[in-house]
């Protein structure tokens, strides 16, 4: 049911102005014009993961669903979890429209949407009322003018402890000026310290540790990559999420799209995230469970990002020109490639072709 109507819905979707047809697609959700699917998953794909066991590995990733209006709905329709955000102390509206640009034939985005959200009070009362059906990560974030960027990551972790089944530190966003500087080892030690403090002491209140995960950018040089993974284990993250959009412009984007300002997501990215991926994994030796978001649009993409070292997947581009019935046709290819290697779960698929990935020079930016 689901998949003959979003296969409806989509030509007309792709007609509409591209806010206008994520704010339709939000409030069909929201209505409950979509149904479920007609079995539970095959428990072979289910993770283990932060005493969470999720049905699948395939999630949404933030910037979908930033005000919290649908997740329970999104874990309702397929995917294994859902993340909210990024959302910012304050309300914030944005960079000037238009700011989100399709390029159809590469099957990619270009986005500059600068962290539009609702702010933490809205948020928090809408996520008051919600199911909880199903594993739920807040992604936060700083607001444009912060006078102090970590303390505005340090006040999400406060306001949503008690609703995030995980948090998502976002300092890879392209969007809001200055803000990938947090990734610089100095910044990050501040930062990781700050947050992860709030988290205990949270954690010691409540009798309840939540998950923390740090999502970093794939324009990252690859030199800084190994003090950047050193950091992000020193201070105990949860996982890493390799990565957000990409500033740079491979060779042969629609020259009439390419030139827009913003973070690119989708097909074009797709090369260049797995790579720091693996590189990341290797890095850390597997010892943290990594999340691969970046140009997942198959089931042919969503096993190499396992098997360049994640254990969760995050899409959203792709839903864009797939459409919702690309969650079960990466559930279906996933589980043939266990049926071909013997294997009862994921886990072996976990990192199996890191070095191949790994040994790739990443992509001149162009």
């Given at each position: 049911?689901?998949?003959?109507?979003?296969?409806?819905?989509?030509?007309?979707?792709?007609?509409?102005?591209?806010?206008?047809?994520?704010?339709?697609?939000?409030?069909?959700?929201?209505?409950?014009?979509?149904?479920?699917?007609?079995?539970?998953?095959?428990?072979?794909?289910?993770?283990?993961?932060?005493?969470?066991?999720?049905?699948?590995?395939?999630?949404?990733?933030?910037?979908?669903?930033?005000?919290?209006?649908?997740?329970?709905v999104l874990v309702r329709i397929?995917?294994?979890?859902?993340?909210?955000?990024?959302?910012?102390?304050?309300?914030?509206?944005?960079?000037?429209?238009?700011?989100?640009?399709?390029?159809?034939?590469?099957?990619?985005?270009?986005?500059?949407?600068?962290?539009?959200?609702?702010?933490?009070?809205?948020?928090?009362?809408?996520?008051?009322?919600?199911?909880?059906?199903?594993?739920?990560?807040?992604?936060?974030?700083?607001?444009?003018?912060?006078?102090?960027?970590?303390?505005?990551?340090?006040?999400?972790?406060?306001?949503?402890?008690?609703?995030?089944?995980?948090?998502?530190?976002?300092?890879?966003?392209?969007?809001?000026?200055?803000?990938?500087?947090?990734?610089?080892?100095?910044?990050?030690?501040?930062?990781?310290?700050?947050?992860?403090?709030?988290?205990?002491?949270?954690?010691d209140a409540t009798g309840q540790?939540?998950?923390?995960?740090?999502?970093?950018?794939?324009?990252?040089?690859?030199?800084?990559?190994?003090?950047?993974?050193?950091?992000?284990?020193?201070?105990?993250?949860?996982?890493?999420?390799?990565?957000?959009?990409?500033?740079a412009r491979p060779p042969g984007?629609?020259?009439?799209?390419?030139?827009?300002?913003?973070?690119?997501?989708?097909?074009?990215?797709?090369?260049?995230?797995?790579?720091?991926?693996?590189?990341?994994?290797?890095?850390?030796?597997?010892?943290?469970?990594?999340?691969?978001?970046?140009?997942?649009?198959?089931?042919?993409?969503?096993?190499?990002?396992?098997?360049?070292?994640?254990?969760?997947?995050?899409?959203?581009?792709?839903?864009?020109?797939?459409?919702?019935?690309?969650?079960?046709?990466?559930?279906?290819?996933?589980?043939?490639?266990?049926?071909?290697?013997?294997?009862?779960?994921?886990?072996?698929?976990?990192?199996?072709?890191?070095?191949?990935?790994?040994?790739?020079?990443?992509?001149?930016?162009?």
């Amino acid at each position: 049911m689901i998949t003959r109507l979003a296969g409806l819905a989509r030509p007309m979707l792709l007609l509409m102005e591209p806010e206008r047809a994520h704010e339709t697609t939000l409030r069909a959700l929201e209505s409950g014009l979509f149904s479920a699917p007609a079995e539970p998953d095959d428990p072979r794909l289910a993770v283990d993961i932060w005493d969470h066991r999720l049905p699948n590995p395939i999630g949404i990733a933030a910037g979908f669903d930033k005000n919290g209006r649908v997740p329970d709905v999104l874990v309702r329709i397929g995917f294994g979890f859902a993340e909210i955000g990024t959302v910012t102390p304050l309300p914030q509206v944005g960079n000037p429209k238009p700011r989100v640009f399709r390029l159809i034939r590469d099957r990619a985005l270009i986005n500059r949407l600068g962290f539009n959200n609702a702010g933490h009070i809205r948020v928090k009362a809408r996520l008051a009322m919600r199911e909880r059906n199903g594993v739920m990560g807040v992604n936060v974030g700083a607001n444009k003018d912060s006078a102090d960027r970590t303390a505005d990551y340090v006040q999400g972790i406060q306001t949503f402890y008690d609703d995030a089944d995980y948090f998502m530190v976002n300092i890879s966003s392209p969007n809001t000026p200055g803000l990938r500087d947090l990734q610089a080892p100095a910044a990050l030690d501040e930062l990781l310290g700050r947050v992860m403090a709030m988290r205990d002491a949270r954690a010691d209140a409540t009798g309840q540790r939540v998950p923390v995960a740090v999502k970093i950018a794939p324009d990252v040089a690859e030199a800084d990559l190994a003090p950047i993974c050193e950091r992000l284990e020193a201070h105990g993250v949860d996982a890493i999420a390799v990565s957000n959009t990409t500033l740079a412009r491979p060779p042969g984007l629609d020259r009439h799209v390419a030139h827009e300002a913003g973070g690119l997501s989708g097909r074009p990215l797709f090369e260049r995230a797995t790579i720091m991926l693996a590189k990341v994994h290797r890095l850390t030796r597997g010892r943290i469970p990594l999340i691969g978001i970046g140009g997942i649009e198959s089931g042919e993409t969503a096993l190499a990002k396992i098997e360049a070292g994640a254990t969760l997947i995050q899409l959203y581009t792709a839903l864009v020109y797939e459409g919702p019935g690309l969650i079960e046709r990466i559930k279906e290819h996933l589980l043939a490639a266990m049926a071909a290697q013997g294997a009862a779960n994921l886990a072996p698929l976990v990192g199996r072709r890191v070095d191949e990935w790994a040994d790739r020079p990443l992509p001149e930016s162009g």
